[in-house]
């Protein structure tokens, strides 16, 4: 199965998503904010990583545009998960090389589903 970095500064966020990921049979790696997660995506290399928007130090935006545009991880998929929900905020995460946009609170069908599509089977 696959590793996956999910990148949430909110404790029972990050273990609410950990436990969907995880019953999937997928490994999980964890990180606070986008400064860390940046740091972890090019250390370990995940399969996918499942990003937040809203957080101290860099904002999801920056760490998705950070990592997608570096060629050590360009080549990982980003997928938005926030509770930012406009369009507006959709089209520019997706400008920033997100590859997917899920909004909080999380459905888990939706979340199995974005996971089912953007990882190599």
């Known amino acids: 199965m696959a590793r996956i ?4 500064d909110s404790p029972s966020q990050l273990l609410g998503i950990k ?10 790696l964890t990180a606070e904010d986008g400064a860390a997660g940046v740091t972890v995506a090019k250390q370990e290399k995940p399969a996918l990583i499942l990003m ?4 101290p130090n860099l904002n999801g ?3 998705t545009r950070t990592i997608s545009k570096d060629p050590e991880t ?4 980003i ?3 926030t509770t930012k929900d406009q369009e507006t905020d959709k089209v520019w995460g997706m400008r920033q090389g997100a590859k997917a946009y899920v909004t909080k609170p999380i459905k888990e069908e939706e ?8 990882l190599p089977t």
């Open 5 to 8: 970095l999910i990148v949430d």
């Open 19 to 28: 436990r969907i990921v995880e019953k999937l049979g997928h490994e999980t």
């Open 52 to 55: 937040d928007v809203v957080m």
């Open 61 to 63: 935006f920056q760490a």
């Open 74 to 77: 360009a080549h990982i998929p």
């Open 79 to 81: 997928v938005l998960v």
């Open 111 to 118: 979340l199995v589903a974005v996971l089912k599509e953007l």
